[in-house]
């Protein structure tokens, strides 16, 4: 683990392998970049993994208030830091809104976006609600039970029946996440402004990995976003939900290294 500390991000910290191009795989939320686990060792065979640890995530820390444009600020000084100025930069759901955020701030330095159950919407009123709500819950002490009931709704049915020790495992890995970090990221969240119009203006490829089953950014959604840019990639996922890099990590390896060698013209 490499760690960088700024007075903004007391301990900004991110795992590198490989060789190559350089390929950034952010996690959401409740996550850290361990979320990758599966799919860095075949990407690291053509590429430089950048995989960090947002503010407030695993090994890294934050102070203050957390917004999504903070995280995008992380993953620039991570480059700054290697020396990159250029860079395919895939985000996870709110590693994803994290990832438009970068495009919006650091364009130059994108080769690709890929959105992995991501969206460029913002909350509508009702998920600001829900989220509102869950927040209320944490501070009265009830991360547990959040985290308990919120977990299992990220697989698709098939996985959950078929796997129910890999959901513990998530459960278990969403607990080790504090209370403040939770509340954190929900109110970056909320506060997150849609970024819709960072796709009309790519002028980079952007990749959708979509699963059938996901609510959170459902693929009727995504369709409709999909059709913004230029140079779009999109793959549904059957029988898989949010989380594709535990439901299906094969095909999303193929298609992350199938995008990214085609962005930096290989
Ligand atoms: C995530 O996977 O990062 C979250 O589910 C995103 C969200 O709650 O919008």
Redesign the pocket.
């Known amino acids: 683990m490499i760690c960088i500390r700024t007075e903004r991000f007391p301990n900004l910290c991110y795992r590198k392998t490989g060789n190559g191009p350089a390929f950034v795989l952010v996690h959401?939320?409740p996550e850290n970049g361990d979320l990758w686990r599966k799919v860095v060792p075949a990407l690291s065979e053509s590429f430089t993994v950048i995989v960090p640890d947002l503010p407030g995530a695993g090994e890294s820390t934050f102070t203050g208030d957390l917004s999504i444009e903070d995280m995008a600020d992380s993953l620039n000084l991570i480059l700054e830091n290697e020396g990159i100025d250029k860079a395919v930069v895939a985000g996870?759901?709110?590693?994803g809104y994290t990832a438009f955020a970068f495009a919006e701030r650091f364009k130059d330095k994108l080769a690709g976006l890929s959105l992995v159950h991501s969206t460029a919407s913002a909350d509508d009123e009702e998920k600001k609600e829900t989220r509102r709500k869950s927040i209320a819950l944490i501070e009265k002490g009830g991360k547990d039970a959040f985290i308990r009931q919120m977990t299992p709704n990220?697989f698709s049915k098939k996985f959950k029946e078929e796997y129910p020790e890999v959901i513990e495992q998530q459960v278990k890995r969403g607990l080790q996440l504090p209370a403040e970090s939770i509340i954190a990221f929900y109110k970056a969240?909320i506060n997150r402004p849609e970024r819709v119009s960072i796709l009309s203006s790519a002028n980079y490829p952007v990749q959708w990995i979509v699963g059938k089953e996901d609510t959170?950014a459902p693929p009727e959604k995504i369709a409709e976003q999909s059709k913004l840019s230029d140079r779009t990639f999109v793959s549904v996922y059957p029988d898989v939900s949010?989380m594709s890099m535990l439901e299906d990590e094969k095909k999303l390896i193929e298609d992350l290294k199938k995008f990214t060698s085609y962005c930096f013209g290989n």
Not at 92 to 95: A, D, P, T
């Open positions: 959401g939320f996870h759901s709110m590693g990220l969240m959170i949010h």
